[in-house]
């Protein structure tokens, strides 16, 4: 930074104080005193430079001005059309003439010269001596004490990586206390990327999760899944932004708190589980191939169709088959659902009911109340307040289901209904039912693997064996062989005398090595 000496505002005794102020990082400087204070420096500087350019340039030779002796009344102003009236001439006699003197010219002395004065002002603080220090370390320093900052702040554990990101962490490298602060009041909802900090910190910290350490490649399918099923129990408001009441009526912060507590994340069901994220991997592979939907809407699907008493996949299907948007399902909307199931249950050699006799059952079923729809129907609230609702959304797009329903005995689904005891959901026992069944399915597929790939090599030595046989160089000397490679060369036809007979032998019974060199291909 370069500034001259002379005309420096930093002369100003009151403005160095304040300067130093600044130095040390302070912003407290008062914005009217400095402003009065610079106005008036800019006055004398503009001061200055007009006496400097109104004073005329002297030139060698020329005699000084004749200094006035007595002040002049001003010059009236001209009236038109009167000419103007002659200058009186001055009352003082005139000077004695005098020998003219040649002036020097006059020596301005050039500006001093710019001072180099060295960098004072680190915005960042002063840094510290010797090479530069690893910033990675320095921001997992910090992200380490913010878990000390969100646990007084009364957030869990997990939420660190998050805030630290949120208040700007990410971009500078460190948080200051009015960002922190700033970000606390203005943080009104949370979207889908706001959770990717927070789940990416108990993917790597976790310990229930260390064996993904060394697969890279899942953790944003298991983020990706964890992140939709938090917005499809807490969005209950489908806007795709969670809102800071959705968050406090749910049960998240609950269930984050206990990551820090439960070492096995499995024993979380909600959100959290990775058994559940393998079950809905494997079946949302199928899906993929096939680009029928993305992977974030095949979660919201599975959950709706497994679970069909929960209220978001209530209304997951409710939206499906409010087809014109009116928010009433109509005759005609569920006779439409209700063909199709005709046309595969037709397929399946099974009579279908009647559309007639099955809106009579369903109407009871639901028992809707259309005093406030002129054209009737059912609404949302109607499904909901039944406690019918997922034998409802069955009827029209699970066949299987619907026809495990019709089977059943009446009193037992409303017994079903009427336990008030807690118990897992729907979806809770087919995440546990399906990954046992995948879990046995890929052991019987590594076992099979395993035997078709030792079966192989079997036949790939046997074959080996043989060409090395039938070839007419002549195998090595057994006397240059020891017994492990008379073994391995000659074990095809070794066991080619039946299962046991190679090892189980008498004591007076020679060795599997004494009956090859026996052999009369080596007499």
């Known amino acids: ?16 104080g304040e300067l130093a102020f600044l130095a040390r990082g302070c912003d407290f400087v008062l914005p009217s005193r400095f402003k009065k204070r610079l106005k008036f420096f800019q006055q004398q500087q503009q001061q200055q430079q007009q006496q400097v350019q ?13 200094p006035a002796t007595a002040a002049t009344s001003p010059t009236p102003a001209p009236r038109s059309p009167s000419p103007p009236a002659p200058t009186p001439a001055p009352a003082t006699p005139p000077a004695p003439p005098v020998s003219v003197v040649p002036v020097l010219p006059v020596f301005v002395p050039p500006p001093p010269s710019a001072i ?45 990586a998050a805030l630290f990101n949120a208040a700007g962490g990410e971009r ?44 890279p490649e899942f953790h944003s399918r298991y983020i990706t899944t964890v992140i939709q099923r938090i917005f499809y129990v807490v969005n209950r408001s489908w806007t795709g932004r969670v809102t800071m009441t959705e968050l406090r ?28 994220f393998y079950v809905i991997y494997c079946k949302g592979n199928s899906v993929q191939r096939e680009n029928r939907m993305s992977y974030a809407e095949f979660v919201w699907f599975l959950i709706s169709e497994e679970d069909k008493k929960n209220p978001t996949s209530i209304e997951y299907w409710f939206r499906c088959m409010d ?5 009433v399902l109509s005759m005609f909307e569920l006779e439409y659902f209700y063909e199709e199931q005709c046309e595969r249950m037709e397929g399946m050699g099974i009579e279908p009911l009647p559309f007639q006799d099955l809106l009579c059952q369903m109407l009871d079923l639901v028992k809707p109340e259309t005093q406030g729809h002129p054209r009737g129907g059912i609404t949302l609230s109607d499904l909901k307040r039944s406690r019918m609702a997922h034998i409802f959304l069955d009827t029209f797009f699970n066949l299987e289901k619907y026809l495990d329903h019709e089977q059943r005995d009446p009193f037992a689904v409303q017994k079903d209904i009427d336990s008030e005891g807690p118990e897992p959901s729907d979806w809770d ?11 046995a399915e890929e052991t019987a597929n590594e076992q099979l693997h395993d035997a078709v790939a030792a079966a192989a090599a079997a036949t790939a030595e046997e074959e080996e064996d043989e060409e090395r046989l039938d070839s007419n160089v002549p195998p090595p000397s057994l006397d240059e062989m020891g017994d492990w490679q008379v073994e391995n060369a000659y074990g095809a036809q070794l066991r080619s005398a039946g299962p046991g007979k190679m090892f189980a032998r008498p004591n007076n019974a020679l060795s599997s090595v004494d009956v090859v060199k026996q052999h009369p291909y080596h007499s």
């Not at 998240?252 to 096995?264: G, I, K, P, R």
């Not at 087809?323 to 928010?327: E, T």
């Not at 026992?429 to 879990?439: F, N, Q, R």
Request: with cysteine.
């Open 54 to 66: 109104s004073k005329p340039e002297k030139k060698p030779g020329t005699p000084p001005p004749v």
């Open 249 to 276: 009526r749910s049960n998240f912060l609950q269930t984050l708190a206990l990551l820090e507590e439960e070492d096995d994340i499995n024993q979380i069901t909600d959100y959290f589980s990775y058994e559940h």
């Open 323 to 327: 087809v014109d948007g009116d928010g």
């Open 172 to 215: 500078t490298g460190f948080v200051s206390v009015h960002s922190f602060i700033a970000t606390w009041r203005n943080c009104n909802y949370l979207e889908q990327e706001d959770f990717i900090p927070l789940l990416q910190d108990i993917v790597d910290t976790h310990p229930g999760l260390t064996f993904l350490k060394d697969a």
């Open 1 to 16: 930074m370069m500034i001259k000496e002379s005309g420096s505002l930093r002369r100003d005794p009151d403005l160095r």
């Open 429 to 439: 026992k087919y995440a546990s039912e399906e990954y046992e069944i995948l879990v």
């Open 116 to 160: 180099n004065i060295p960098r004072f002002y680190y915005p960042r603080g002063l840094p510290a001596p010797g090479p530069p220090q690893n910033h990675d370390a320095a921001i997992a320093a910090a992200e380490t004490a913010f878990a000390d900052i969100s646990m007084a702040c009364g957030y869990p554990l997990y939420w660190k």
